[in-house]
């Protein structure tokens, strides 16, 4: 069985910060692509941030330059550190991984229960 267990998100006034992590846990052989998302009342689920297991990162147009995303290979984990939040950023924000566990010969996308990000105004 896997995991993915999300934390930090929290009630923050517009221009504060947030650092999110996701963990992976379980029967992991391998991860590739990490990501967030996240998704706010009435709207779509959308990408956030992605990074492979190279480190090479990819941002949605509308938090570039205020979000950064990183990983720890060793530790299974991924973080979302997120700076200048504006109220539009308010959402559920979801790890998602690509993990190859030991109960499937392919990768697979997991995904965490999510986390609560509320920016006031």
């Known amino acids: 069985q896997v995991q993915l267990v999300e934390s930090g998100g929290d009630l923050v006034q517009a221009g504060g910060s947030l650092r999110l992590s996701c963990k992976a846990s379980g029967s992991i052989l391998s991860i590739n692509t990490m990501g967030w998302y996240r998704q706010a009342p009435g709207k779509q689920r959308e990408l956030v941030a992605s990074?492979?297991?190279?480190?090479?990162?990819d941002y949605v147009d509308s938090v570039k330059g205020r979000f950064t995303i990183s990983r720890d290979n060793a530790k299974n984990t991924v973080y979302l550190q997120m700076s200048s939040l504006k109220p539009e950023d308010t959402a559920v924000y979801y790890c998602n991984a690509n993990i190859l566990s030991t109960l499937a010969a392919t990768y697979a996308p997991y995904w965490g229960q999510g986390t609560q990000v509320t920016v006031s105004s």
């Open positions: 990074i492979t297991r190279g480190g090479s990162a």
